[in-house]
């Protein structure tokens, strides 16, 4: 009998799943709606309506996942109904965001993106990009980051978020993003808690941007930059190894007096045998300073 009746449901068409599908769904039958409206978008897997109307029987059903796809897959089938779409990809993020549903919440914010790319995504933005932030997902960090700040509720929780962006952009090796990003939050000085951090973020990539310029062959670059990374706030590594490229500096300059005073700068803050105090020891024997 079982045989029987799935023989008899693939060979139905699908205008067949569908009307049974609408009449289940008008007696708010809704996970039997969804199962033949899933059943008609296999026998017509390009069927806009069939999309639409599954995704509304999911949403019923709280399956947010599913009703993301099927809004996703209806603007894909029907670019006239794409604003359609981007309504009902609101209402799963709604649903799916009172459920606590995260990874919905997260399907539904990137399908309306995809889908409506000029709507703006509110307080949306905020909880995807942080769970983007913890999953380590950098893209979409990055991506979503700049407007969870711009709808941040006050300045200390922009502030907060201006951070995390600095940050990410860090771990992304991208500090042409990262110094404007921690000047701000410096410069506004509206969350307190994060002021330490900006100046350690900012210091590091001070460093970072200094070697490079050094490699470069631009050593007035890489001293304005060693410079920034020495400045008060900076972790005390960063600041030594700032000093080191500050002592390479001066070499390349011909001061050897000043390479001498900043790989001895280099030294101080250490632990006996740590890789800045060697290098810079390596350095000073081969200027034949002894440390």
Same mark, same amino acid.
């Given at each position: 009998?079982?045989?029987?009746?799935?023989?008899?449901?693939?060979?139905?068409?699908?205008?067949?799943?569908?009307?049974?599908?609408?009449?289940?769904?008008?007696?708010?039958?809704?996970?039997?709606?969804?199962?033949?409206?899933?059943?008609?978008?296999?026998?017509?897997?390009?069927?806009?309506?069939?999309?639409?109307?599954?995704?509304?029987?999911?949403?019923?059903?709280?399956?947010?996942?599913?009703?993301?796809?099927?809004?996703?897959?209806?603007?894909?089938?029907?670019?006239?109904?794409?604003?359609?779409?981007?309504?009902?990809?609101?209402?799963?993020?709604?649903?799916?965001?009172?459920?606590?549903?995260?990874?919905?919440?997260?399907?539904?914010?990137?399908?309306?993106?995809?889908?409506?790319?000029?709507?703006?995504?509110?307080?949306?933005?905020?909880?995807?990009?942080?769970?983007?932030?913890?999953?380590?997902?950098?893209?979409?960090?990055?991506?979503?980051?700049?407007?969870?700040?711009?709808?941040?509720?006050?300045?200390?929780?922009?502030?907060?978020?201006?951070?995390?962006?600095?940050?990410?952009?860090?771990?992304?090796?991208?500090?042409?993003?990262?110094?404007?990003?921690?000047?701000?939050?410096?410069?506004?000085?509206?969350?307190?808690? +994060?002021?330490?951090? =900006?100046?350690? *973020? #900012? !210091?590091?990539?001070? @460093?970072? $941007? %200094?070697?490079? &310029?050094?490699?470069?062959?631009?050593?007035?670059?890489?001293?304005?930059?060693?410079?920034?990374?020495?400045?008060?706030?900076?972790?005390?590594? +960063?600041?030594?190894? =700032?000093?080191? *490229? #500050? !002592?390479?500096?001066? @070499?390349? $300059? %011909?001061?050897? &007096?000043?390479?001498?005073?900043?790989?001895?700068?280099?030294?101080?803050?250490?632990?006996?045998?740590?890789?800045?105090?060697?290098?810079?020891?390596?350095?000073?024997? =081969?200027?034949?300073?002894?440390?």
């Amino acid at each position: 009998m079982a045989a029987f009746v799935l023989a008899l449901a693939c060979t139905r068409s699908a205008a067949d799943h569908e009307e049974l599908g609408d009449r289940a769904y008008a007696a708010g039958l809704y996970r039997d709606a969804l199962a033949e409206y899933q059943l008609g978008l296999k026998a017509h897997p390009g069927s806009a309506p069939l999309h639409a109307k599954t995704a509304a029987a999911a949403l019923h059903n709280e399956d947010y996942s599913l009703a993301a796809a099927e809004y996703r897959a209806l603007a894909k089938e029907d670019r006239s109904r794409a604003e359609e779409a981007a309504d009902g990809l609101e209402r799963v993020i709604r649903a799916a965001l009172t459920a606590n549903e995260r990874i919905a919440v997260a399907l539904a914010v990137a399908g309306l993106r995809e889908v409506a790319p000029a709507r703006p995504l509110g307080r949306y933005a905020r909880l995807v990009a942080l769970d983007a932030v913890d999953q380590g997902n950098t893209a979409d960090a990055l991506a979503l980051l700049p407007t969870a700040v711009a709808t941040g509720v006050d300045g200390r929780s922009a502030d907060s978020l201006l951070y995390l962006f600095g940050m990410i952009a860090v771990r992304a090796k991208d500090c042409g993003t990262a110094v404007p990003v921690f000047e701000a939050v410096l410069r506004r000085q509206r969350e307190p808690a +994060v002021l330490d951090g =900006a100046r350690e *973020g #900012l !210091g590091l990539c001070a @460093l970072i $941007q %200094g070697q490079a &310029a050094l490699d470069a062959g631009r050593p007035t670059e890489a001293e304005d930059w060693f410079r920034r990374a020495t400045a008060p706030g900076a972790a005390v590594d +960063v600041a030594r190894a =700032a000093f080191l *490229g #500050l !002592g390479d500096v001066r @070499l390349a $300059q %011909g001061d050897v &007096a000043g390479a001498l005073e900043s790989y001895q700068q280099a030294l101080l803050g250490g632990v006996p045998g740590d890789s800045i105090a060697l290098r810079a020891q390596d350095k000073l024997n =081969a200027l034949g300073k002894p440390s």
